[in-house]
């Protein structure tokens, strides 16, 4: 689950409003905790991660926050804290799995874009959907999963950290629309 700045089925969305927050049972990951500094509180001891999936057909991959959760009621991206010792990539496929079903296989790294407050940092993974997939909320953490076309993201009302970024993130994916995505990633071009 995204705690964090920069946080997010078919077309008319899946729905999971009204549950409750999860119940833990066993032991939480080190990594599920709050950390806090000048910049602010933040989730993920060790960072956090989310995956901007797109699919050139559909748009991209948006993630409506229950309403339990920071920011809950906002539209952002399938993502969350990483583990101990997790690169923000693999954590980044993790979560969007755990949370959206995102096929890791099915799937080419466009680019990744970093922010870092010293103390913290927040990767987003944009991915280049190449088999087109239906998400599945799998816990309580969504309320809905939505493909949004590019030009529609900000009539929703986003996560305070995703709407800063997606200006930024919208731009890159535009430009590399124009040179040919397809070219730039380049076939099962998995990682980067």
Same mark, same amino acid.
């Given at each position: 689950?995204?705690?964090?700045?920069?946080?997010?089925?078919?077309?008319?969305?899946?729905?999971?409003?009204?549950?409750?927050?999860?119940?833990r049972t066993?032991?939480?990951?080190? /990594?599920?905790?709050?950390?806090?500094?000048?910049q602010g509180?933040?989730?993920?001891?060790?960072?956090?991660?989310?995956?901007?999936?797109?699919?050139?057909?559909?748009?991209?991959?948006?993630? &409506?926050?229950?309403?339990?959760?920071?920011?809950?009621?906002?539209? /952002?991206?399938?993502?969350?804290?990483? &583990?101990?010792?997790?690169?923000?990539? @693999?954590?980044?496929?993790?979560e969007a799995?755990?949370?959206?079903?995102?096929?890791?296989?099915?799937?080419?790294?466009? =680019?990744?874009?970093?922010?870092?407050?010293?103390?913290?940092?927040? @990767? @987003?993974?944009?991915?280049?959907?190449?088999?087109? =997939?239906?998400?599945?909320?799998?816990?309580?953490?969504?309320?809905?999963?939505?493909?949004?076309?590019?030009?529609?993201?900000?009539?929703?009302?986003?996560?305070?950290?995703?709407?800063?970024?997606?200006?930024?993130?919208?731009?890159?994916?535009?430009?590399?629309?124009?040179? /040919?995505?397809?070219?730039?990633?380049?076939?099962?071009?998995?990682?980067?």
């Open positions: 689950m995204d705690h964090s700045l920069a946080a997010m089925s078919p077309d008319a969305g899946l729905s999971n409003a009204g549950q409750a927050p999860p119940v066993g032991p939480r990951d080190p /990594g599920d905790a709050w950390v806090e500094g000048a509180r933040f989730w993920g001891r060790f960072g956090a991660a989310g995956v901007l999936a797109y699919d050139p057909d559909k748009g991209v991959l948006l993630q &409506h926050r229950a309403a339990w959760s920071h920011n809950g009621g906002t539209w /952002g991206l399938p993502g969350g804290a990483l &583990h101990q010792g997790e690169d923000a990539v @693999t954590g980044a496929l993790r799995h755990e949370e959206a079903a995102v096929p890791a296989k099915d799937v080419s790294i466009l =680019f990744t874009s970093v922010l870092d407050v010293g103390y913290w940092s927040y @990767t @987003t993974v944009v991915l280049l959907v190449r088999k087109p =997939f239906d998400p599945v909320i799998s816990d309580p953490e969504s309320i809905e999963l939505r493909w949004v076309p590019l030009s529609e993201v900000e009539s929703n009302e986003l996560h305070p950290g995703f709407a800063a970024a997606w200006p930024e993130l919208r731009q890159r994916m535009l430009d590399l629309a124009e040179g /040919g995505i397809a070219r730039a990633t380049g076939p099962g071009n998995n990682r980067q």
